[in-house]
């Protein structure tokens, strides 16, 4: 009876062995998935469509009404930034429920807002002396995105927040460096304390903006994040 025993425990420790194996190879390939979803049909046109817009709007701020009007120039430029914000991100995590709604709308804000450290750099509320200073304001610094988002992702795993928002470093990281790349058009990237370098080629720009969301969703799946927030949402994320 002993030995019966004794070979039933080792048969069972190796079927255990043998039975993992199947879903260790099933967690495997739902990954492998996933990180091809992050290229299907829907995210490609996505991104197609990310760079239609963005040649479409540019050549309509060059239009002669738009350059007249500081005001109205700078309202729609930073508008655009927003816009190429939000779009990114939609197309990082899909559209399923009404919290990733909310999540688009945040991400587009960043990319926006990041226009505000002009205002602080010139101590004024003047669009003018706002868009004539000396020197670039503080978050239009390129060399700050890593330090700033790894920064967020210290913050949330000391408040032990690093799940529920695992995924706020990615949206920071895909709104500042869209806004850059755009934004490079014209001045080129400050990269301090190096300086600038040469302003972006146009077709360039429009490259890197289209494919900017596939690779922070290729990063995000690498650093183990679609992981959590597929568990989060309660589906596999694809975009």
Known sequence: MRGFHSKLDSSSSGGGTVGSMPLSLAVETEKAQALLQTFSSASLLASAGLGVFCLMVDNVLQLPGFQQYLWLRALLDNTVHGIVGLWSWAIVIGLRKKSDFYEVILAGLLASLIDLDHFYMAGSLSLKAATSLSHRPPLHCSTFIPVLCFS??????????????????????????????????????????FGNTAPISYWLYVSITATLPHLCSVLMYLTGTRDVISTKHGVAIDV
Do not use: A, N, Y
């Open 152 to 193: 967020l992702r210290l913050v949330l795993w000391l408040g032990r927040l690093k799940d529920s928002w695992c995924s706020l470093p990615w949206m920071l990281f895909i709104s500042l460096v869209s806004h850059h790349i755009r934004d490079g058009t014209r001045h080129g990237l400050w990269v301090c304390p």
